[in-house]
């Protein structure tokens, strides 16, 4: 059974910094494009950053040069280093795995940015 379990989220000042992790289980993790979706109440849910199984990485301009996305094959891990960090970047955020046509979720984890 595939699961995808995010952490990390929490309440952070803007300007400050986050680190999401998402522990991935049941698959074989090393082929599936990665990736950080986030949804703020009332929003619909947006890509934040991708990650290929080549370790290719891209982003929404909204992060770019804040944002990080990395990934541990030996783990099973992928990550999101975020930095800078802004009030509109509050939202739940998602983790996707994706191979073909086949896609998981994990359940999110919440950012509030707010002083």
């Known amino acids: 059974q595939v699961q995808l379990v995010e952490s990390g989220g929490g309440l952070v000042q803007p300007g400050g910094s986050l680190r999401l992790s998402c522990a991935a289980s049941?698959?074989?993790?090393?082929?599936?494009?990665l990736g950080w979706y986030r949804q703020a109440p009332g929003k619909q849910r947006e890509s934040v950053a991708g990650?290929?199984?080549?370790?290719?990485?891209d982003y929404a301009e909204s992060v770019q040069g804040r944002f990080t996305i990395s990934r541990d094959n030996a783990k099973n891990m992928v990550y999101l280093q975020m930095n800078s960090l802004k009030p509109e970047d509050t939202a739940v955020y998602f983790c996707?795995?994706?191979?073909?046509?086949?896609?998981?979720w994990g359940q999110g984890t919440q950012v509030t940015v707010s002083s």
């Open positions: 990650i290929t199984s080549g370790g290719s990485t």
């Open positions: 049941g698959m074989v993790f090393s082929v599936y494009a």
């Open positions: 996707n795995a994706k191979w073909s046509s086949v896609g998981y």
